[in-house]
C-alpha cells in the first residue's frame, strides 16, 4: 500500500502521464492542477439540479401566494381581484432563483465531498505548489507489483518530482 | 513600482510581460498574508471605521427616538432612507454587472477586476440593505413581510412593490454572497498553500474548506459557477427593475412612469462602473498590479462609463417628454419645478454629472487620463445621488393635490446615516482588501497560460 | 428647575397627601413658581413633558375628600350608567355672556364629547369649535386648585375669614368702596344676586365689561329706538345680505344658528339660492363665502353709510361727490330695493354706535324688520356704570374693594385704562378666576372659578332663550361659581350654586317646580323663554345729522388703520391654554401657534416684507412687535390684529404664545409700521405659500347663471360606474358613503376640533407643524382664485375618500390597510409597520403618520382619552375612519335587535353648524347621503384617479349681481 505524487511543470506534461496510466488498470489516480484541465469532459449533475431547484421554487412560491390570497386569508385589497397572478410572479422569480442559487451551492459541496480539511496528499510537499504552478498526478497503489510499475513508467515521463509514502 | 507620471494605453494587453504563474500567485497571496498592514491602509481604514461607529450611533438614536429624527414629513413620507437605498443598491448591481455579465461574454479584461467588483457588490449590498429596516416606522417588525405562519394566519400583501423589493434585495444580497464565495474557494485554497502554520493557515484551510484543485472540484466548480453567473445576470437586472417598480407602480406624480425599470437599470449600470474606477484606480498603485489592472481595463471601463451615461441620457429626455407628452398638470408642475423651479440646481447638477462631463470620454488621450477619469468618476457618484433625490424627495414634494405640496428639509441625521454607510462601505471594501485575495488567481491563470502559449 | 426634578417632587407629594393634611398647601406653594419656570409652549415636548406633572397634581386635587360627596367607588356601578353606553347630559356653553346649547357625552361617568343641542335655538345640534374644545378645558391640568392670597398659597377658611370681615366693615359704609367687575352677563340668577347686593349696598356698584363688547351695537340701537336692543336675525328668510365688516358667523351669540340658516339658501339645488353682499375691510367667514366682496378701509364705512341710506330712503339714488363713491353702489341700491322686505342688512359689533343707527335705519326702510330679522330687548343687562367710571375712582382711590369675577383686566384691558396702577390703589381686591391668570397674581385673593362643568348655573341665549347649566362632573378642583361669591354678600351661610340656580328658579315657574325644572335640564332649555320681539318704533329724530361733515373729510389714504378682531381659534384670549384650539388652523391663514398681525399684499410689497419678517407697530406712544402674515383679499392699508394671544399667565401651553393686542383696543393716535430685520417662523398648515385657483378636478365652482344653464341631470355618483378591470365591489348589507356640501362650508373649523376630540387626535407643536407633521384627519383646504388683491376663496373639507379602488391599499406590503364589506377604507393600527407607501400612493394625502410618540407624549389626564378610539402608537400611519367605533356601536345595536343598522352620525357631521357634511348609508334608498349624491352638482375630487371615492362634493355655486360683472 502506497501512494505515489509527481509533480509536473505543465498542462501538456500531465495529460502525457495520464495517458501511461490508463483508468482501468490504475483506479485510484487523482490529479491536482492550479486551473481547471481543459481536455476533461463537462458532465456535471449541478446544473440540472439547480434548474429543477428554481422551477421548484418558482412555482411552489407562486402557489403559495395563490394560496394566501384566494383561500389562506382573502382580502379586499383595494378593490383588486384576490388572484392577481402577475402581481405574484416578481416574488416568485425572486424566491426561485434563490432556490436554484442555494441549491447549487449545497449541491456543490456535497458532491465534491467538502469540507475535508484533511487528505492524504496534503502529506507531501508537492502538494503545496498543486494550486500556484505545478500539475500533480497522484497514484495510490495497492500491491507492490504495481509500485514498482509505477516507479517504471514516472521514470520515462521524469516529472519535475516525484515522492513516494508507505 | 511605478510613479504618478506614468502613461497608460488602451491598447496595452491585460497582463505585463513578465508575469508568470508563480509571481502572480505568490504577489496576490503576500498581499492576503502580510503580518503589518501598509500606513495607507490604516489611514484610510481609521476615518471609515469611525464613520461606521457613526453609523451606529445614529442607528441607536433613530431606534431610541423613532424617524422623527429625519427630515421626512407630510408629504415627504420617503426620504433619505429610500433615496440612499436606491443610490446604494445600484452601486452593487455594476459589480454584479462587472462579475457576472461579463464572464459569460468571456470578457478577458474581467477577470482581474472582478475581485474587486465582487467585494464592492457585496458591501454596497450591505450599505443597501439595512436602509429599508431603518425606513420603517418600527423596525422591529420587519420581519412581518417574510411568509411565515402566524396565529392569525396573516399573509403579508403581494400586490405591494415594496414587498417584490424587499424578496428582490433578500435575494440579491444572500445570492451575491454565495456567488461571491464560490468564485474565491480556489483562491482560499492557493493562500491556505502558501502560509505558514499557524492560525492564519488555519482560517485560510477552514474557509477553502479543504478545496485542492482535483479534477472533480475543478469540474463541479466550473459548472456551478457558470450556472450561477447566468442566473446573477438576470438577478441583478430584476433587482434594479423591481426598486423602479417601488416608483412606477406608485400612482405619484413624476413616479407613475413604465420607463421606470430600465431607467434604473441605466442609472446601476453608470454608477457601477463608476465606482468600479474610483476603487481600481487607487488599488492597483498601492498594491502594484499595475501589471495586472493595465490600461486595457481602464480604457475599456471609461467606455461603458460613457456608454451608460448615454443610455441615461436617454432616459432623461423621456423622462421630460412623457411628462409633456402626457400633459398632466401635476407632472407639468414638477418638470417645471425641476427645469427652472426650486429644484433646477438638483436637476442640472445630475445632468451634468451624469449626462454632459461624462462626454469628455469621447476623447481617447482622456480615456486612460488618471485624474480626469477619477474626477468623472466621482462627479457621476455625487450625480446619481442627486438624480435619486430628484426622484424619491421632489416627486413627493409636489403631489397632485396643490394643497399637500411640502418641502423637504435634511437633519443632522439624515447626513449621518448616509456618512455611516459610506464609511460601512469603505471599511468592507479595505478589509476585504486586507484578507482576500484582491484577483481572482485561478481565472489569471487561464490568462497567463494562453499568453505563455502564445508566446512560445 | 428642571420638569423632571418637578415631576419627582410632586409624585413624592402624592404618596404622602394621604398622610400629611398640610403638604397639599405645600404642593402649591411649589405650583406657580414651577409654573414660571416651565413651559416654553413652542417646543412640544417641553409642554407635553411638563404636563406630566400636573397629572400628578390634578390627581391631588382628585383624592382630595373635601368635596361634600365622595367620588363614585370603582367597586360599585355609579347610578344608570351602563358600560359601554354613553350618557348624556345638556347644558350649555356660555361666551361673551349668551349661551350655545349642548349635549355632553360621558363614558363611564366621564365627561368626554360635546354635540348640540338639537333643542337650542342657538345650536339646532351643532356647536362651534370652542365648545368641541371644551373637554380639553375641563382637563386642562393647569386650573387653579387653591386658593391664594397675594399669590401664595391659603386656603377657603382664611378667605372666609377675611371675607366676612370685609363684608362686615362694607356693611356698616353701605357698600361705599365696593366695585364688583363682571363680564357681559346673561344670567338671570346672577344677575339677581347682583340686583340684591346693590339693593343691600346702595353705595356699591358693579361694573360689566367684555373685551369684545357688542355695546356699540346697543348704543346704537338706543340712537335709533331709545332702547338697548338685540338682533334677531332669520337669514333663511332673506334674499339679498348686506354685511358691513359681518361677524355674524364668527363672534355672533346666534354664530350657529345664523350659519344653518344662511346655509339653508346657499346651494341652488334644495333651495332659491340667496345674494351676500360683504363690504369689509379684512376677510370674515361670511365675506369669504359671500358672492360680492367689497374691500374698504375701516373709515370709509361711515363715508358709505349716509349715501346709502339716503339713497336706500330716496327714489333717486342722491349724487355723492364725484370720485369718492364705489363703483358698485348703484347696482348694489338697485339690488337692495327690488328685495324690498327680504333684505338683512348687518353691520358688525365693532362698528361705531352711528353705523349701528343707520344700518337700523336701512332696514326699516326697506321693510326688513319682522320679516328678515326681529329686535329684541337687550339680553345682556346692561351694567349701570361704565367701566370709564370705574376706572376714574380705583385712580382715584376711591375704591376700597373691588371684586372680579372671571374677567382678567390685567391681560385684556385696554391700555388707556392703565389697569395695574389703579388696581395697585385698591387696598382689598379679589379674583375669581379658573387661572391663576395676569390679574389673579396681582389681587390681594383669589379664589378658584368652578368650571361651568363643576356647578349651577344659568343663561340666555341670542333669543332671549334660558339655559339651565348643570354640572357634569364631582368638581376636579376646589372652586366657586361668581354667584356663590356674590351671594356671600347677602348671605352668612355659603350656598351652594345649585341651591342658588333652583331658589332663584323656584317662585318663576309655574307648575310643579321639580317637573317643570327637571324637563328644562333634559331638554337643556326653559320652554318658551325666548324674549318676544319688541314693537319699539324709531325715534323721529333717529336721522343721523351727524355724518354729512363725516363724509365730508374722507380718511386720508395715506393713513394705516390698525382693526381688532376676536381670534377664531381663541376667542379673546379665554381658551389660550387649550393645545387643540392653539394648533387649530385659522381658517383663513391656515397658521397655528401665534397671532402673526395680517397684512394686505400691498403694504407687504410696499415694505418688502415677507410672511414671518417681524416688524415694530406703533400706535400713539405704545408699541409692539410682531411678525407679519401676508393675507390676500386684506384692505390695503389695513392691518389685522387678532386678540387672545401673548397670554404671560394662562399655563403651560399657552404662555408667550404670539402677542397680546388688548392693549391697543380704542387706542387713539395714529398707526406707525416699520420693518425690523429680525424674522419669526410661522407655523401654518399650508406649506408652500399662497395657493393658485383649483383645478376643476380638485374643486369645482360656478356661477348660479351656469348652474340653471346646465342640465339638471342626476350626476356620475348616481348613475352606474364606469366600465374598469376590477369587478371586485364591497358587498355588505350597509355601504357607508359621504357627501360634502361645498356651498355650505364656511370654514369654521368646528368639525376639525370634533374630529380631534373624537378620535384622540394628539397635537403635536408648533415645532413639528414647522416640520409639517401636524395630526388633524379631517383638514379644509383653503383655496384663492383671481388676483391677491381681492380674491374669491373657497373652503373644502377633506378627509379620507375611502376609495372603493384605494392606491393605499395595494402599496402596503403587510396589508395593513384594507376594505371591509361595507366599502370602509380600514386602518389597522396594530398591523401597521410604518413603510409609509400607502401615504405616498394616497392622491388626497389624508394619511398622517406619528413620526414620534405623539399621543403618549401628550400627558392629557387619562380619563380624558376616548376609550373607543385606540391612542395610536409612535410609527403608526393613521387616518379618518368615517368615525368606525361609531358605526361598530350601531352594527351591534343593529344585531342586539336584529333590525338594519340605524342612523350613524360622524364627529364632523354632528358638529357641522351648515351641515355641509352628510354622511349615511348608500344601500339604504331612503338615505340623505344618497339623495345629496343625485344632486347635479355632485362630484367626486380627482376622479382622473379612478379611485371610485365614497367622499364626493358638491359644487361651488355663486350667485353674483350680474350688473357688477367685471366692476371690483
Not at chain 2, 486595457?296 to 441620457?313: D, E, M, P, Q, Y
Not at chain 3, 339658501?265 to 367689497?294: Q, W
Not at chain 3, 393613521?878 to 343593529?894: D, S, W
Amino acid at each position: 500500500m502506497a501512494t505515489l505524487l509527481a509533480t509536473f511543470a505543465s498542462e501538456t506534461e500531465l495529460e502525457r502521464a495520464l495517458e501511461r496510466f490508463p483508468a482501468d488498470r490504475w483506479p485510484a489516480l487523482e490529479t491536482y492542477s492550479p486551473l481547471p484541465l481543459s481536455g476533461q469532459p463537462e458532465q456535471s449533475p449541478l446544473p440540472a439540479l439547480m434548474f429543477a431547484a428554481g422551477m421548484l421554487g418558482f412555482f411552489g412560491f407562486f402557489f403559495l401566494m395563490a394560496y394566501a390570497d384566494t383561500q389562506g386569508y382573502p382580502h379586499n385589497i383595494g378593490g383588486r381581484p384576490a388572484f392577481a397572478w402577475p402581481a405574484f410572479i416578481p416574488i416568485a422569480f425572486e424566491l426561485g432563483v434563490l432556490c436554484a442559487m442555494v441549491a447549487g451551492f449545497v449541491g456543490y459541496f456535497v458532491v465534491c465531498r467538502l469540507p475535508k480539511l484533511y487528505d492524504e496528499v496534503d502529506e507531501f510537499d508537492g502538494s503545496r505548489r498543486g494550486l500556484c504552478d505545478r500539475w500533480l498526478l497522484c497514484v495510490r497503489i495497492d500491491a507492490a507489483k504495481g509500485l514498482s510499475e509505477a516507479h517504471a513508467i514516472f521514470r520515462t515521463l521524469n516529472p519535475e518530482s516525484l515522492e513516494e509514502r508507505a | 513600482m511605478s510613479n504618478a507620471s506614468e502613461t497608460l494605453r488602451a491598447d496595452a494587453p491585460v497582463i505585463g510581460p513578465n508575469l508568470n504563474l508563480e509571481s502572480m500567485t505568490d504577489r496576490i497571496s503576500r498581499i492576503a498574508l502580510r503580518e503589518r498592514a501598509h500606513a495607507w491602509w490604516w489611514i484610510a481604514f481609521i476615518p471609515s471605521a469611525a464613520l461606521t461607529l457613526l453609523l451606529i450611533v445614529a442607528i441607536a438614536y433613530l431606534f431610541y427616538e423613532g424617524i422623527g429624527i429625519w427630515g421626512v414629513n407630510w408629504p415627504v413620507m420617503w426620504g433619505f432612507a429610500i433615496l440612499c437605498y436606491v443610490w446604494w443598491i445600484a452601486i452593487a448591481s455594476g459589480g454584479t454587472i462587472i462579475s457576472a455579465l461579463f464572464f459569460l461574454v468571456h470578457a478577458e479584461w474581467r477577470t482581474s477586476i472582478n475581485r474587486i467588483a465582487e467585494s464592492m457588490m457585496l458591501f454596497g449590498a450591505a450599505a443597501a440593505g439595512i436602509y429599508p429596516v431603518l425606513h420603517l416606522g418600527r423596525p422591529w417588525l420587519f420581519y412581518w413581510l417574510f411568509f411565515y405562519p402566524n396565529t392569525m394566519t396573516l399573509w403579508a400583501q403581494f400586490r405591494s412593490p415594496l414587498l417584490w423589493d424587499f424578496w428582490a434585495l433578500f435575494t440579491y444580497v444572500f445570492a451575491s454572497v454565495l456567488f461571491w464565495y464560490v468564485g474565491l474557494l480556489p483562491d482560499l485554497a492557493s493562500v491556505r498553500d502558501r502560509a505558514e502554520r499557524g492560525l492564519k493557515q488555519r482560517m485560510y484551510a477552514v474557509f477553502a474548506m479543504g478545496f485542492r484543485g482535483s479534477s472533480g472540484q475543478w469540474r463541479h466548480l466550473r459548472a456551478v459557477y457558470g450556472v450561477m453567473a447566468a442566473i446573477m445576470t438576470p438577478v441583478v437586472i430584476s433587482i434594479h427593475s423591481i426598486v423602479g417598480l417601488d416608483f412606477a407602480g406608485a400612482a405619484t406624480t413624476g413616479w407613475h412612469v413604465t420607463q421606470f425599470p430600465p431607467f434604473f437599470v441605466c442609472g446601476a449600470l453608470l454608477s457601477g462602473f463608476a465606482i468600479v474606477l474610483l476603487l481600481i484606480i487607487p488599488l492597483r498603485r498601492f498594491l502594484n498590479l499595475e501589471d495586472m489592472v493595465t490600461g486595457r481595463h481602464i480604457g475599456v471601463l471609461a467606455k461603458l462609463l460613457l456608454t451608460s451615461s448615454l443610455l441615461l441620457a436617454y432616459a432623461y429626455l423621456m423622462d421630460a417628454f412623457s411628462a409633456c407628452y402626457g400633459g398632466n398638470p401635476g407632472d407639468l408642475a414638477l418638470l417645471a419645478a425641476r427645469l427652472h423651479g426650486e429644484y433646477a440646481p438638483v436637476y442640472w447638477g445630475a445632468v451634468l454629472f451624469n449626462v454632459l462631463l461624462p462626454q469628455l470620454l469621447w476623447s481617447r488621450k482622456l480615456r486612460v487620463h488618471i485624474p480626469t477619469l477619477m474626477l468623472l468618476s466621482l462627479g457621476v457618484v455625487i450625480g446619481m445621488w442627486m438624480e435619486r433625490y430628484l426622484i424619491v424627495v421632489t416627486s413627493l414634494s409636489r403631489p397632485t393635490l396643490v394643497s399637500a405640496w411640502g418641502v423637504f428639509h435634511p437633519t443632522f441625521w439624515d447626513w449621518a446615516t448616509l456618512a455611516g454607510t459610506v464609511g460601512l462601505f469603505l471599511s468592507g471594501i479595505l478589509l476585504s482588501v486586507r484578507f482576500v485575495p484582491v484577483v481572482a488567481m485561478h481565472e489569471m491563470r487561464a490568462l497567463i497560460v494562453s499568453a505563455q502559449a502564445r508566446s512560445e | 428647575m428642571s420638569p423632571l426634578n418637578s415631576r419627582a417632587h410632586l409624585w413624592r407629594s402624592l404618596e404622602e397627601a394621604g398622610g400629611d393634611p398640610g403638604l397639599l398647601a405645600r404642593a402649591t406653594q411649589e405650583f406657580p413658581l414651577l409654573a414660571k419656570a416651565l413651559a416654553d409652549p413652542v417646543s412640544r415636548r417641553e409642554v407635553l413633558k411638563l404636563m406630566a406633572a400636573c397629572m400628578a397634581w390634578s390627581g391631588l386635587a382628585g383624592c382630595d375628600s373635601k368635596f361634600g360627596d365622595a367620588l363614585i367607588p370603582p367597586v360599585r356601578m355609579p347610578v344608570n350608567v351602563v358600560p359601554a353606553q354613553p350618557n348624556f347630559f345638556a347644558t350649555a356653553q356660555v361666551l361673551g355672556g349668551y349661551a350655545q346649547g349642548i349635549v355632553v357625552e360621558h363614558v363611564m361617568g366621564r365627561p368626554l364629547k360635546v354635540q348640540g343641542n338639537p333643542h337650542h335655538p342657538a345650536s339646532l345640534g351643532s356647536t362651534d369649535a370652542y365648545a368641541q374644545a371644551l373637554p380639553l378645558d375641563f382637563y386642562d391640568p393647569d386650573r387653579a386648585a387653591q386658593v391664594c392670597v397675594r399669590g401664595n398659597p391659603s386656603d377657603r377658611a382664611a378667605f372666609e375669614a377675611a371675607f366676612s370681615q370685609e363684608r362686615a366693615r362694607l356693611k356698616a359704609r353701605g357698600g361705599a368702596g365696593l366695585r364688583i367687575l363682571t363680564g357681559s352677563i346673561t344670567s338671570p340668577s346672577l344677575l339677581d344676586r347682583i340686583q340684591s347686593l346693590l339693593l343691600a349696598y346702595p353705595e356699591a356698584a358693579w361694573v360689566g365689561w367684555e373685551p369684545l363688547s357688542r355695546s356699540n351695537a346697543h348704543s346704537g340701537a338706543r340712537q335709533t329706538y331709545g332702547s338697548a336692543l338685540d338682533t334677531v336675525a332669520h337669514l333663511d328668510r332673506a334674499d339679498v345680505v348686506l354685511a358691513f365688516d359681518a361677524d355674524l358667523l364668527s363672534t355672533d351669540p346666534g354664530r350657529l344658528r345664523y350659519a344653518r340658516d344662511l346655509a339653508a339658501r346657499r346651494n341652488p339645488a334644495r333651495a332659491k339660492m340667496s345674494r351676500i353682499y360683504a363690504v369689509e375691510s379684512t376677510p370674515t367667514l361670511l365675506g369669504c363665502v359671500a358672492d360680492h366682496r367689497f374691500i374698504v378701509e375701516p373709515g370709509e364705512v361711515e363715508r358709505i353709510l349716509p349715501w346709502l341710506l339716503d339713497s336706500v330712503r330716496s327714489e333717486s339714488p342722491t349724487a355723492a361727490p364725484a370720485g369718492t363713491r364705489p363703483s358698485w353702489m348703484a347696482a348694489l341700491i338697485e339690488d337692495l330695493k327690488s328685495a324690498r322686505g327680504k333684505v338683512f342688512i348687518h353691520a358688525g359689533a365693532q362698528h361705531s354706535a352711528a353705523v349701528h343707527a343707520q344700518v337700523h335705519l336701512m332696514n326699516e326702510a326697506l321693510q326688513a324688520r319682522n320679516a328678515t330679522y326681529t329686535l329684541i330687548e337687550a339680553q345682556n343687562a346692561a351694567s349701570p356704570a361704565m367701566p370709564a367710571e370705574l376706572m376714574r375712582d380705583m385712580h382715584a382711590g376711591k375704591v376700597t374693594h373691588l371684586l372680579m369675577l372671571d374677567t382678567n383686566p390685567m391681560y385684556t384691558a385696554p391700555r388707556s385704562w392703565d389697569f395695574a396702577a389703579a388696581l395697585k390703589s385698591v387696598p382689598f381686591s379679589a379674583a375669581l378666576s379658573r387661572h391663576l391668570d395676569e390679574t389673579a397674581q396681582q389681587t390681594t385673593w383669589f379664589v378658584p372659578l368652578a368650571h361651568s362643568w363643576e356647578c349651577w348655573s344659568d343663561a340666555r341665549a341670542y333669543d332671549g332663550t334660558v339655559s339651565i347649566l348643570q354640572p357634569q362632573a364631582q368638581p376636579l378642583y376646589d372652586g366657586m361659581s361668581p354667584a356663590q361669591l356674590v351671594d356671600r354678600y347677602l348671605q352668612t351661610q355659603s350656598r351652594s350654586s345649585e341651591s342658588i340656580v333652583k331658589d332663584f328658579w323656584r317662585p318663576r315657574l309655574s307648575g310643579d317646580f321639580a317637573q317643570t325644572f327637571d324637563t328644562a335640564l333634559a331638554q337643556g332649555l326653559l320652554a318658551d323663554t325666548g324674549a318676544r320681539p319688541s314693537s319699539v318704533a324709531p325715534r323721529a329724530s333717529a336721522a343721523p345729522a351727524s355724518d354729512s361733515e363725516k363724509s365730508g373729510n374722507p380718511a386720508a389714504p395715506a393713513a394705516l388703520s390698525l382693526v381688532l378682531r376676536a381670534d377664531p381659534s381663541l376667542w379673546d384670549g379665554r381658551f389660550a391654554n387649550n393645545p387643540w384650539l392653539q394648533e387649530l388652523p385659522r381658517p383663513l391663514t391656515k397658521d397655528v401657534w401665534g397671532n402673526p398681525l395680517m397684512i394686505s399684499p400691498a403694504l407687504a410689497a410696499q415694505h418688502q416684507l415677507g410672511t414671518g419678517d417681524v416688524v415694530r407697530l406703533r400706535v400713539g406712544d405704545a408699541s409692539v412687535t410682531s411678525p407679519v402674515i401676508i393675507l390676500p383679499g386684506q384692505a390695503p392699508r389695513t392691518i389685522t390684529a387678532l386678540l387672545g394671544s401673548g397670554r404671560a399667565a394662562s399655563g403651560r401651553v399657552g404662555d408667550q404664545v404670539g402677542v397680546n393686542f388688548h392693549p391697543f383696543n380704542a387706542l387713539p393716535g395714529t398707526v406707525r409700521f416699520e420693518k425690523t430685520d429680525a424674522h419669526m417662523d410661522i407655523a401654518t398648515t399650508v406649506h408652500h405659500g399662497l395657493l393658485g385657483a383649483p383645478s376643476e378636478q380638485i374643486l369645482r365652482h360656478q356661477d348660479l347663471s351656469e348652474f340653471l344653464g346646465a342640465d339638471q341631470t342626476p350626476s356620475a355618483a348616481a348613475s352606474p360606474p364606469a366600465a374598469t378591470l376590477y369587478q371586485t365591489h364591497p358587498q355588505g348589507p350597509a355601504q357607508w358613503a359621504m357627501s360634502v356640501d361645498l356651498n355650505a362650508c364656511i370654514g369654521c373649523n368646528a368639525c376639525v376640533i370634533a374630529c380631534q376630540a373624537e378620535n384622540n387626535i394628539p397635537v403635536v407643536g408648533k415645532a413639528q407643524v414647522l416640520r409639517e407633521r401636524e395630526m388633524h384627519w379631517l383638514r379644509i383646504d383653503r383655496y384663492l382664485a383671481g388676483d391677491a388683491a381681492a380674491p374669491e376663496s373657497f373652503f373644502q373639507p377633506v378627509l379620507c375618500m375611502h376609495c372603493e379602488q384605494a392606491p393605499c391599499e395595494n402599496v402596503c406590503p403587510v396589508g395593513a390597510t384594507l376594505h371591509d364589506a361595507e366599502g370602509l377604507n380600514l386602518m389597522v393600527y396594530n398591523r401597521c409597520v410604518g413603510t409609509r407607501f400607502c401615504s405616498n400612493n394616497c392622491p388626497y394625502k389624508v394619511r398622517r403618520f406619528n413620526f414620534y410618540a405623539f399621543a403618549h407624549e401628550q400627558h392629557r389626564p387619562r380619563e380624558s382619552w376616548n376609550p373607543e378610539v385606540s391612542v395610536r402608537a409612535r410609527g403608526v400611519m393613521e387616518k379618518c375612519t368615517y368615525c368606525v367605533q361609531r358605526i361598530a356601536a350601531a352594527r351591534i345595536e343593529a344585531d342586539r335587535d336584529s333590525k338594519p343598522v340605524g342612523k350613524v352620525t360622524t364627529a364632523c357631521e354632528a358638529a357641522c353648524p351648515t351641515q355641509a357634511f352628510t354622511f349615511g348609508n348608500l344601500a339604504d334608498p331612503k338615505s340623505a347621503v344618497l339623495a345629496r349624491k343625485r344632486s347635479p352638482l355632485d362630484f367626486a375630487m380627482l376622479s382622473e384617479e379612478a379611485t371610485k371615492p365614497r367622499t364626493s362634493y358638491e359644487t361651488k355655486v355663486r350667485n353674483p349681481n350680474p350688473k357688477l360683472k367685471g366692476v371690483a
